[in-house]
T-cell receptor, first 114, second 111 residues
C-alpha cells in the first residue's frame, strides 16, 4: 500500500520567513494533493500536481512534484499568521476494486509567530 | 453557495448507543467519502461511495455503516460495535478522479 511521509511533523517560523514542507511517497505518485486544515475544521484544497516537474502557485504558496514523481514540496514565501495550520498531502491510489481513493500523510503543523 | 455540510458539529454518545452523522452536498458530485481523523494518525478512510446505492468499505469500516439512497446524502452510523469511536469525522465528495472537497467535520465524544 502507498505510504506518505511528511516532514517536518511540526514547524515554528517567524512571520516573514520562508519555509518548505516535504511529502515523500513509497511509490510513484500519479496525483498529489495539498490541503490545509485549521484545528477542528475541514480540509481546504490548495493544489493538485500530476506531472513530473510540475509546479503550481497560489498566492504565496508554491507546490512542486519532482521529476521522479516520488516527492512533493510545498513552499511558503514570506509567511504570515494566516498561513498557520496543518498541511496535509494526499496521493491517488487505486484499490483492488478499481476505484480511485486518496491516501493522506499525517500532516505538518505550522505555527507562524508574529 | 455550493458545498458540503455536516451535522452536528459536536456529538456525544453513551456507551452502547448508535449515532448517525449527517453529510449533505449540493455540488452534484457522484463520489462521497467518510474519514476518521485521530491525533498522530492522519485521515483514515471508513467508507466511500462512487454512485447512488453503492458503497465500499475503506480501511477501517468495522463498527460503522453507511447508506447512499440519494446523490446528495451519505450518512454515517457509528454503531456500538465500534470500540473506540471518539474522533473527528470528516465527509468529502468529488467529481470523478478529481480533488475531494471536505465538510467542516463532526467531533464525536463517547461519555
Amino acid at each position: 500500500s502507498q505510504e506518505l511521509e511528511q516532514s517536518p511533523q511540526s514547524l515554528i517560523v517567524q512571520e516573514g520567513k520562508n519555509l518548505t514542507i516535504n511529502c515523500t511517497s513509497s511509490k510513484t505518485l500519479y496525483g498529489l494533493y495539498w490541503y490545509k486544515q485549521k484545528y477542528g475544521e475541514g480540509l481546504i484544497f490548495l493544489m493538485m500536481l500530476q506531472k513530473g516537474g510540475e509546479e503550481k502557485s497560489h498566492e504565496k504558496i508554491t507546490a512542486k512534484l519532482d521529476e521522479k514523481k516520488q516527492q512533493s514540496s510545498l513552499h511558503i514565501t514570506a509567511s504570515q499568521p494566516s498561513h498557520a495550520g496543518i498541511y496535509l498531502c494526499g496521493a491517488d491510489t487505486m484499490n483492488s476494486g478499481g476505484y480511485q481513493k486518496v491516501t493522506f500523510g499525517i500532516g505538518t503543523k505550522l505555527q507562524v509567530i508574529p | 453557495d455550493g458545498g458540503i455540510t455536516q451535522s452536528p458539529k459536536y456529538l456525544f454518545r453513551k456507551e452502547g448507543q448508535n449515532v448517525t452523522l449527517s453529510c449533505e452536498q449540493n455540488l452534484n458530485h457522484d463520489a462521497m467519502y467518510w474519514y476518521r481523523q485521530d491525533p498522530g494518525q492522519g485521515l483514515r478512510l471508513i467508507y466511500y461511495s462512487q454512485i447512488v446505492n453503492d458503497f465500499q468499505k475503506g480501511d477501517i469500516a468495522e463498527g460503522y455503516s453507511v447508506s447512499r439512497e440519494k446523490k446528495e446524502s451519505f450518512p454515517l452510523t457509528v454503531t456500538s460495535a465500534q470500540k473506540n469511536p471518539t474522533a473527528f469525522y470528516l465527509c468529502a465528495s468529488s467529481s470523478g478522479a478529481h480533488e475531494q472537497f471536505f465538510g467542516p467535520g463532526t467531533r464525536l465524544t463517547v461519555l
